[in-house]
């Protein structure tokens, strides 16, 4: 069956620009997160939703940093007025269960490589 | 403070040989552990989990973790290296009180499998 997907899978930005990222979770799934990948190092995380709700926001690095998923499907993550430190793959993940069930395993999208110029 | 530590940057192993990838944690009230692999650019692929039960986890592309409570730690093991294995490996833990949604991610282990 289709994993989770994300686009684009490479955004190159002006310091500056707006960027907007996209992660589609697989069918059904009701938690998805968005991570934050340096080179290197392990994904930190950045936010979390139960369907629709917001219920984590707290490792957003910034007021620049907005997520959304409205019908509780596809998300947006949006960085506005990029920054150099901002560069970085994100990566987004999702799981069956609901924020209840911390056994639940993540499965990952690709990733989407931010270089900010 | 939950935490995970994977003592070493990169493993090198020769191809047929047993291999092992080293994960320690500290968590509040129960650990819920989990190994990912990643290639290169491509997403977090998820090996196994231990939540509960038998301290040998098995799980995919031959791959196993032994969970050991007293040492607090969730090694990777594998009987029998393939170049393919050659990857950034990541352990992660979730304690059963912690309070908030995220898992916490180890720095990862580079495993590189000489032919």
């Known amino acids: 069956g289709a994993g989770v997907s994300q686009s684009p899978r490479y955004k190159v930005a002006k310091r500056g620009q707006d960027v907007a990222l996209r992660c589609d979770p697989i069918s059904g799934h009701v938690s998805l997160f968005w991570y934050q990948q340096a080179l290197g190092q392990g994904p930190e995380f950045l936010t979390y939703f139960q369907n629709e709700a917001q219920l984590d926001k707290s490792g957003l690095p910034s007021d620049r940093f907005f997520a959304e998923r409205p019908e509780g499907s596809v998300s947006t993550l949006k960085i506005q007025r990029t920054q150099q430190e901002d560069s970085a793959v994100y990566l987004c993940?999702?799981?069956?269960?609901?924020?209840?069930?911390?056994?639940?395993?993540?499965?990952f999208g690709p990733g989407t490589r931010l270089t900010v110029l | 403070a939950q935490s995970v530590a994977q003592p070493e940057d990169q493993v090198n192993v020769a191809e047929g040989n047993p291999l092992t990838v080293k994960c320690t944690y500290s968590v509040s009230g129960n650990p819920y552990l989990f190994w990912y692999v990643q290639y290169p650019n491509r997403g977090l692929q998820f090996l196994l989990k231990?939540?509960?039960?038998d301290n040998l986890v098995k799980g995919s592309y031959g791959f196993e973790a032994e969970f050991n409570k007293s040492q607090t730690s969730f090694h990777l093991k594998k009987p029998s290296a393939l170049v393919s294995d050659s990857a950034l490996y990541f352990c992660a833990v979730r304690g059963s009180m912690d309070s908030n949604y995220q898992l916490i991610w180890g720095a990862g282990t580079k495993l590189i499998i000489k032919p």
């Open positions: 231990y939540i509960t039960g």
């Open positions: 993940a999702s799981s069956l269960a609901g924020s209840g069930d911390f056994t639940d395993t993540q499965y």
